[in-house]
């Protein structure tokens, strides 16, 4: 079956740790993004990925990082800079960056104590 | 930035029927989507509009006026599953076709 992956479903951090979030695809999809919700929000974009080795910050990137070193690979590093890291995190691809439609994974809720 | 708002909360019946404005305002247009998304799980994908009009898909329809900055979608014949939050998100061109959402609508439908 085709799809996105995001593991765990629940994670759980201290504060001062980084966390990495995986997000794994197997549609082939050139474009890859990482969002972010909480709740009363809606979903801001955290990085994308246009193509693999390559990347761009999104409207929320700070105290965040990526890597794209495989095109079916785009994990989430949430570092301890991140001064509101708990919240739901969804992973997105999408055929090529001007395909009109995005495919989400399940998502990662990540709480941070 | 890019402006993009939808009423927060809606309740209505089973049976019945709902529809979910949003108006938005960006830099630019190509297409608005609408996305169903339960609580805790992925958005889904369910209408997308880049031309002025209607839309149908089953139960589902969805409206857009480009020269408004408006678009609504409609839910038919409203069932219990249909409760769930709906994002009206807008892709815009110059900011390389990334979609910028609205805030979502919690639709809670009623026995």
């Known amino acids: 079956d085709g799809g996105i992956t995001q593991s765990p479903k629940y994670l759980f951090r201290k504060e001062g740790q980084n966390v990495t979030l995986s997000c794994e695809q197997n549609l082939n999809h050139d474009a890859m993004y990482w969002y972010r ?53 969804l992973c997105a691809s999408s055929p090529d960056y001007s395909s009109y439609e995005q495919y989400f994974g399940p998502g990662t809720r990540l709480t941070v104590t | 930035g890019q402006n993009i708002d939808q009423p927060t909360e809606m309740t209505a019946t089973e049976g019945a029927i709902v529809q979910i404005n949003c108006t938005y305002q960006t830099s630019g247009f190509n297409g608005l989507f609408w996305y169903q998304q339960h609580a805790g799980e992925a958005p889904t994908f369910l209408s997308y509009n880049v031309l002025d009009g209607l839309e149908e898909k089953g139960r589902f329809s969805s409206f857009l006026s480009r020269s408004k900055g408006y678009s609504y979608l409609l839910l038919k014949e409203l069932q219990m599953k249909d409760s769930a939050s709906y994002l009206c998100a807008v892709r815009v061109p110059s900011n390389d076709y990334k979609l910028s959402f609205g805030a979502g609508t919690t639709v809670t439908v009623r026995a």
Do not use: C
């Open chain 1, 37 to 89: 919700q909480d709740p009363g929000q809606g979903l801001r974009l955290i990085y994308y990925s246009q193509i693999v080795n390559d990347f761009q910050k999104g409207d929320i990137a700070e105290g965040y990082s990526v890597s794209r070193e495989k095109k079916e690979s785009f994990p989430l590093t949430v570092t301890s800079a991140q001064k509101n890291p708990t919240a739901f995190y």
